[in-house]
Each structure stands twice: as structure tokens, then as C-alpha cells.
């Protein structure tokens, strides 16, 4: 951690590492049970952001865990996930 973030309160240093973890998430090539479970404690976080962020890649990984073909196999049955993913900015992290 730099000395800039360092300095930020908690509570903001904590988004943004939580927001860093369910980015990586999706870059992995397995949602494992124990990352699903993680999710879902974040899915209830207090901050609205963080909760929606890891609401989204928990479906994800309800519908397709392996990371090979998700985004082709998300265009052909839920292409309303995959527009959130477009939306909020995770599709990003999704490295091809």
C-alpha cells in the first residue's frame, strides 16, 4: 500500500480492496465454493456499490464458475448479466 492510500480512512481503504477482490474474481479461472461463500458476505455489505459489485459476480458464478467460455456462454443465456457486467465496469476485468 502507497502512503497516499495509507493515509485514507479505513473504511475507504476497505472499498476499495474489497472492489479489487471481487474484480479478481471474475480474472480467475474458478469461482470456488469458498469465493462464492466470500461473495456473499460482501453480497450484504453496508456500502451500496460494493454489495451490487459482488451481487453480480456471485450470479456469475451461479451460472458459469470456469472462466473458459463464460462471456460467450453469458451472451447466449443470460444476456441481461452480461449487460450488468458492461455496466457496471467488471466486464474489465474479465481478461480475454
Known amino acids: ?14 472499498v476499495i480492496e ?16 469458498k469465493n462464492v461463500s466470500r461473495l456473499k458476505v460482501l ?5 451500496p456499490k460494493i454489495a451490487e459489485f459482488a451481487s453480480i459476480v456471485l450470479e456469475v458464478a451461479r451460472v458459469k464458475p470456469y ?9 447466449k443465456e443470460r444476456r441481461d448479466l452480461l449487460q450488468q457486467l458492461e455496466e457496471t465496469g467488471l466486464i474489465f476485468a474479465h481478461h480475454y
Not at 500500500?1 to 476497505?14: F, G, I, N, S
Not at 474489497?18 to 465454493?33: A, C, D, G, M, V
Request: glycine fraction near 0%; charged fraction near 40%; proline fraction near 2%.
Open 67 to 75: 472462466k473458459k467460455r463464460r462471456l460467450k456462454v453469458l451472451a
Open 43 to 47: 453480497a450484504s455489505s453496508s456500502n
Open 1 to 14: 500500500m502507497c502512503k497516499e492510500c495509507a493515509r485514507k480512512p479505513k473504511e475507504e481503504r476497505d
Open 18 to 33: 474489497q472492489k479489487e477482490e471481487i474484480f479478481n474474481y471474475l480474472n480467475q479461472s474458478h469461482i470456488s465454493k
